[in-house]
């Protein structure tokens, strides 16, 4: 696959330019809505491919951050067929009062995937909790990386960020447009 036609192919869905406030606070000025791109069966198809050969070698479990991660995590289970898991925000307060609905947890390697991380906020919540579950988490991969270039943003917890684009990807294909 042509990394190149990925980034434009999802520039040009998911773009979007105007004064937005992130998840951490931080304003932005471009946002990039991944469920344009996560609502279109193809194009999730290919960024899931684009995921797959950035898979450690060892996960067991495939964990989709709420929302965004969820639908890229079970395209990338049907690809592989690892099995899924759906982690939430906040445990539930009725039933099971799960964190991570699907398998157990303890002891089991879980390859984190997220849709875009930009200081890593939810992924870092994710996988503290997971730890404290007993997981083994040591990788995260995203669809996007919109952290600055050259930086780790989850380095504080020991996670390897792994993305299909970064944000430089996507500039350098909205100036070819």
């Known amino acids: 696959m042509d990394d190149r036609t990925l980034a434009a192919d999802i520039n040009a869905a998911c773009r979007l330019t105007g004064t937005f406030t992130l998840r ?7 946002y990039f809505d991944k469920y344009l791109f996560e609502a279109q069966p193809a194009l999730l198809e290919r960024v899931a491919a684009a995921m797959v050969p950035l898979l450690s070698d ?3 479990l495939l964990g989709g951050l709420e929302l965004g991660g969820v639908p890229i995590a079970t395209m990338v289970s049907a690809k592989t067929g690892l099995p899924a898991l759906f982690v939430r925000k906040e445990a539930k307060t009725y039933g099971t009062c799960k964190l991570a609905e699907g398998p157990e947890v303890a002891g089991r390697r879980v390859t984190l995937i997220e849709d875009v991380i930009t200081t890593g906020g939810a992924v870092r919540d994710a996988t503290r909790a997971l730890r404290e579950a007993g997981a083994i988490v040591e990788t995260v991969v995203c669809a996007i990386d ?3 270039e050259g930086t780790n943003p989850l380095d504080d917890v020991g996670l390897e960020v792994r993305s299909v684009l970064t944000r430089a990807d996507l500039d350098a294909a909205a100036a070819i447009e």
């Open 24 to 30: 951490s606070g931080q304003v932005a000025d471009t």
């Open 58 to 60: 060892d996960t067991e």
């Open 146 to 148: 919109r952290s600055p």
